[in-house]
């Protein structure tokens, strides 16, 4: 209810993780449910994160993912709320050997076919840390550019992303690319620290280019008073659930954008609203 009211219009998540599919598959329908409740039909891309330092190369390693992720698929595919399979996460680019990447990029294209055998009323989404996972794309997962959509992770490098893709890389102009998290620039980043108005300064220029985006927040949670607790401006609510004045003008931006804005994602076809959140 707090993320409708705040104006957030859908979440993105990396996956449920549980050590049963059943207890899996019940938090997954919970979050369905509530997001359906709040923030209405097509508000949820659901995620599955994959294991950058797995053997890729195992036959056996990717007949087993495989085999879990259609069940999953298969299990809540005809929810109101599911908008996007988010599958993947920062694989390829926190892999070191090439033939890694070759071989997860060639399981990839595999699973999206799959997937659309299953299900092909909603797109398969692949996510990086960077925009390397192009060009495996153009070469390796021809499915996947033709029907799928590319997010990158970005924070330092928002504006460097930006520029690139106004430029043009590889299959960039074929096919839906969005930002699937943005903000400020993060701990694991180590040149100019992280400032609070880079929520606002990214959005507005992952709007102004993009039109659609998802901003990252680690909420008042584990990150929260973890590690991030002396990085306060990597989050939008004090470790206690009180919100911090930057998620008051990141939503005070994304409302003024509503009225005026409708960009149509690069290589979409239809357009897309701006404010979307990532909890």
């Known amino acids: 209810a707090e993320l409708k009211a705040l104006g957030v219009e859908g979440i993105i998540t990396r996956g449920v993780v549980t050590q049963d599919q059943m207890r899996r598959d019940e938090y997954t329908e919970l979050l369905l449910d509530t997001a359906l409740r709040h923030l209405g039909k097509g508000s949820v891309a659901l995620g599955w994160s994959f294991d950058a330092k797995a053997n890729w190369i195992s036959e056996d390693y990717r007949n087993k993912i495989m085999g879990e992720v259609l069940v999953y698929i298969q299990a809540h595919r005809g929810h109101p709320a599911l908008l996007i399979w988010a599958v993947g996460n920062e694989a390829i680019g926190f892999m070191k050997d090439k033939k890694q990447?070759?071989?997860?990029?060639?399981?990839?294209?595999e699973l999206v076919q799959r997937i659309r055998m299953i299900d092909s009323n909603h797109p398969v989404m692949i996510r990086e840390i960077n925009l390397e996972g192009l060009e495996y794309a153009e070469k390796y997962m021809p499915t996947l550019?033709?029907?799928g959509i590319y997010g990158v992770n970005s924070y330092e490098q928002t504006e460097k992303n930006l520029d690139k893709l106004r430029k043009g890389v590889s299959v960039s102009d074929r096919m839906p690319v969005m930002f699937t998290e943005y903000g400020p620039n993060g701990w694991w980043e180590k040149n100019i620290p992280g400032r609070p108005e880079q929520?606002?300064?990214?959005w507005r220029a992952i709007s102004r280019q993009i039109g659609f985006g998802f901003v990252f927040a680690f909420g008042s949670g584990e990150y929260a008073t973890g590690r991030e607790k002396d990085k306060e401006w990597f989050s939008l609510h004090e470790p206690d659930g009180r919100?911090?004045?930057?998620?008051?003008?990141l939503v005070q931006t994304w409302k003024e954008g509503k009225e005026e804005l409708?960009?149509?994602p690069l290589g979409a076809k239809k357009a897309s609203s701006p404010s979307t959140s990532l909890g």
């Open 101 to 109: 990447k070759i071989a997860y990029a060639q399981f990839y294209e």
């Open 145 to 147: 550019v033709k029907y």
């Open 199 to 202: 929520y606002l300064e990214r």
């Open 243 to 249: 919100r911090k004045p930057i998620l008051e003008r």
């Open 262 to 264: 409708r960009v149509v």
